[in-house]
């Protein structure tokens, strides 16, 4: 199957990247959101990280202009009828995102593929809300979207060869580096990264180390780009706790309880960089 228009449910943070990217790429992009404002919002988003691009060097004028031109912004599900690929990037919560793929369902055509964004939740529950569970993927892309190169493409035990291959084959033509996962929560990532993340709030609450020391110790001992409280913050700390919630209630494991610490937190309204504090203060500079 040849996909030319791709359809992005979302204009918020991952919404607004992964349609830039694929209008970038070439592709008649349409993204919905549930009303003009937010869609508004959104379409500003990518304008501005075009002209970003722009400024920097990184893009040309002529092809910024030629990716706005084949941006289209509604707030009507029907809009999406002609989308050969249709991508999911709306609020994490799965009786939502049911719902909204019901409805799709019966407005895109039978051989269009629709695939989710989510980090956390099981593809398999999404997919049993259509009539097209074996054209339905994950694709889970990573943020700054144009940026980060990975695309997680998520297979259930009831997908097509067909759709995964073509899924697969379009992450690569808009220029990321697809990794095949399996169903389950958390994906290949998330299923790492959460339980190092909440062990090293851990690690803090028993007093073998500071956020700080933490922090450097992970970037200077493992090579890695940042610490994990760093990472946290910039994550978000309510973020952070919902993905583990999820995982927790899929697996029932202790690496991935959160820990009083960040649900206390949270409580306090310390998000991360979002709200201005998390386990960092950024209210100063």
């Known amino acids: 199957m040849k996909i030319e228009t791709v359809g992005v449910l979302g204009c ?54 030629e990716a706005a031109g084949r941006l289209t912004g509604t707030t009507d599900l029907a809009d999406l009828a002609d989308c050969d690929l249709v991508i999911e990037a709306i609020i994490e919560n799965v009786k939502i995102k049911k719902e909204t793929f019901a409805k799709l369902d019966e407005v895109v055509g039978d051989d269009a593929i629709f695939a989710s964004n989510t980090s956390s939740l099981t593809i398999t529950e999404l997919a049993m809300a259509t009539e097209r569970p074996d054209r339905f993927v994950g694709l889970h892309f990573f943020n700054p979207v144009p940026v980060m190169k990975l695309v997680e ?107 009083p610490l960040l649900k206390q937190m949270v409580q306090a309204g310390r998000l991360g960089r979002k709200s201005g504090r998390g386990f960092y203060d950024y209210s100063k500079k």
């Open 12 to 65: 918020g943070l991952m919404g607004a990247g992964i349609a830039e990217v694929c209008a970038r790429s070439g592709y008649q992009t349409v993204v919905r959101e549930i009303d003009q404002e937010t869609l508004d919002k959104g379409l500003g988003r990518i304008h501005k990280s075009m002209d970003k691009a722009v400024a920097k060097g990184k893009m040309e004028e002529s092809a910024r202009d």
């Open 153 to 259: 493409v998520v297979r259930t035990i009831v997908t097509g060869d067909d759709a995964f291959d073509t899924a697969y084959e379009f992450c690569e033509s808009i220029g990321k580096q697809p990794i095949a996962c399996r169903d389950n929560s958390g994906f290949i990532v998330n299923r790492l990264l959460v339980p190092y993340l909440l062990d090293a709030i851990r690690a803090h609450e028993e007093g073998v180390g500071s956020v700080e020391d933490i922090d450097k110790g992970m970037q200077l001992g493992t090579g890695y780009p940042m610490g994990p409280f760093t990472l946290l913050d910039f994550v978000g700390l309510d973020t952070t706790l919902y993905i583990a919630e999820i995982m927790f209630d899929e697996y029932r494991e202790k690496r991935f309880a959160p820990p």
